[in-house]
């Protein structure tokens, strides 16, 4: 497509489920990120895979957090018994070559709302 | 800890008015620094970058940031703000070369134009 493409735009759960939040980013962009957009906590740096090395998981807040890239294109973000504070809108952004340039490019996120 | 702080939450400005977003950081090290806009219900756009080359830098839209390094901050003006202008924009840095997409963003600063 055109851009990075987020699914679901708005998802609704009870706390203690598990949700998947996924990402598809722009073709042929090596690098994929995901970032929290929080109210009492702004944007926030998640993770970070760029091609075949090791992701960059230094941003996630617990271990109920977890991603994976398959086949270097589509990503899932997985949270693992939500809470409240787990509600915030998750954004992924593509970029290539590991944003060198520093140009991220952002879908419209999921937001995620934990009730 | 390196950060970033945006001076304002809310700023509000006729249309024709100077538009100025401030932003500063808190870094040892020379950092990539950026400015991204968030149009309701988008994903961020990249306005514009400094990536250690000229300290004004120029982007869409006909805004422009300084980098001051003696005052440690980037500072976003546009000369004339339009209706369209009306967004929230964020102040973002990275301090690693080579992976200038593990970005830290500043809290963000909506701007409200008035007709």
């Known amino acids: 497509g055109a851009g990075v493409s987020q699914s679901p735009s708005n998802k609704v759960t009870e706390k203690g489920k598990d949700v998947e939040l996924r990402c598809d980013p722009i073709?042929?962009?090596?690098?994929l990120y995901w970032y929290r957009q929080s109210l009492g906590q702004g944007l926030e740096f998640l993770i970070y895979?760029?091609?075949?090395?090791?992701?960059?998981k230094s941003g996630l807040p617990s271990d109920r957090f977890s991603a994976e890239r398959t086949g270097g294109s589509v990503s899932t973000l997985t949270i693992q018994r939500t809470q409240q504070e787990d509600s915030a809108v998750y954004l992924c952004?593509?970029?290539?070559?590991?944003?060198?340039?520093?140009?991220?490019?952002f879908g419209e996120g999921s937001r995620l709302t934990v009730l | 800890a390196q950060s970033v702080t945006q001076l304002g939450s809310h700023v509000s400005v006729s249309e024709g008015a100077l538009v100025l977003l401030r932003c500063n950081y808190s870094?040892?090290?020379?950092?990539?620094l950026f400015w991204y806009v968030q149009y309701p219900n988008q994903g961020l756009q990249l306005l514009l970058k400094?990536?250690?080359?000229?300290?004004l830098v120029k982007g869409i839209n006909g805004f422009e940031a300084e980098f001051k390094k003696s005052e440690t901050s980037f500072h976003l003006t546009k000369p004339s703000a339009h209706m369209s202008d009306a967004a929230e924009y964020f102040c973002?840095?990275?301090?690693?070369?080579?992976?200038?997409?593990?970005?830290?963003f500043g809290q963000g600063t909506t701007l409200q134009v008035k007709p």
């Open positions: 952004a593509s970029s290539r070559r590991g944003g060198e340039t520093g140009e991220l490019f």
């Open positions: 073709s042929g962009h090596t690098a």
């Open positions: 895979f760029q091609g075949n090395s090791a992701p960059d």
């Open positions: 870094s040892s090290v020379p950092p990539y």
């Open positions: 400094y990536t250690s080359a000229a300290t």
């Open positions: 973002a840095v990275s301090f690693q070369s080579g992976n200038t997409g593990k970005l830290i």
